[in-house]
């Protein structure tokens, strides 16, 4: 079974600054997809960025960027000059790619970002 | 816009009752997913369906149940509440093929008294 670990419960930056949180997954798999989601305080669930597996490109979504090292199992999200608005909990995801696997997502324990003013 | 939307927003009962939370999606998914989000947790799988008539069940399955009866809904029916099933319930929907990127509904709070 796949398992995704988010070991750094909480990390602060401050504002303008960047930041970049961890993610490292175990998977037998070598076709896979990886997401991360932000929480805010309002609960909703927003995926922020996506990587499919078989792509060596980094995926960037604006401030947001992932440094994808497949061979190290790992999935950081790094964001570049940090606002107030990126408080939130970030949840780091795990979705198989094989063909007729079912679609469901493992989620890491999530880490909770706050941004100092 | 489609939206995929949960009602009701919070919710408070009494163990022993049976409680329905329910989930409408205007994307036209064919998958959709309930997961339940306890501190400590992250995010996890309840039950799951491909489609209509499909159900499967995830890693806390244990107490609740779902049923398809159009693309559109997955009710969650809890049968007998526990104050163990005090959570955020999260309702999610994606399309089949590529990514499959889930796309969530606002949560519903339950607490069980």
């Known amino acids: 079974a796949q398992t995704v670990t988010q070991s750094q419960p909480e990390m602060s930056v401050q504002e303008a600054e960047t930041v970049t949180l961890s993610c490292t997954y175990d998977?037998?798999?070598?076709?896979?997809?990886l997401f991360w989601y932000k929480q805010p305080p309002s609960r909703q669930m927003i995926l922020v960025i996506r990587?499919?597996?078989?792509?060596?490109q980094n995926a960037t979504e604006n401030r947001f960027s992932v440094n994808f090292q497949k061979a190290a199992k790992s999935f950081s999200l790094k964001i570049s000059d940090s606002q107030l608005g990126d408080a939130a909990m970030y949840f780091c995801?795990?979705?198989?790619?094989?063909?007729?696997?079912?679609?469901?997502?493992?989620f890491g324990k999530g880490i909770t970002l706050s941004v100092r003013p | 816009d489609a939206e995929i939307t949960q009602s009701p927003r919070h919710k408070i009962t009494e163990t022993g009752r049976q409680v329905t939370l329910a989930c409408h999606q205007t994307?036209?998914?064919?998958?959709m997913f309930w997961y339940r989000q306890d501190l400590g947790h992250g995010l996890r799988l309840i039950h799951y369906?491909?489609?209509?008539?499909?159900?499967n069940k995830g890693e806390v399955s244990d107490g609740y149940s779902v049923s398809r009866s159009n693309t559109e809904d997955l009710p969650l029916t809890l049968e007998s509440a526990a104050s163990s099933q005090t959570s955020v319930y999260f309702c999610a929907s994606s399309e089949s093929g590529g990514s499959e990127t889930q796309y969530f509904g606002p949560g519903t709070r339950l607490l069980v008294l």
């Open positions: 998977t037998s798999e070598s076709d896979y997809y």
């Open positions: 990587q499919e597996a078989y792509k060596q």
């Open positions: 995801a795990y979705r198989s790619g094989l063909t007729g696997a079912n679609s469901k997502l493992t």
């Open positions: 369906s491909y489609g209509v008539q499909d159900t």
């Open positions: 994307w036209n998914h064919n998958n």
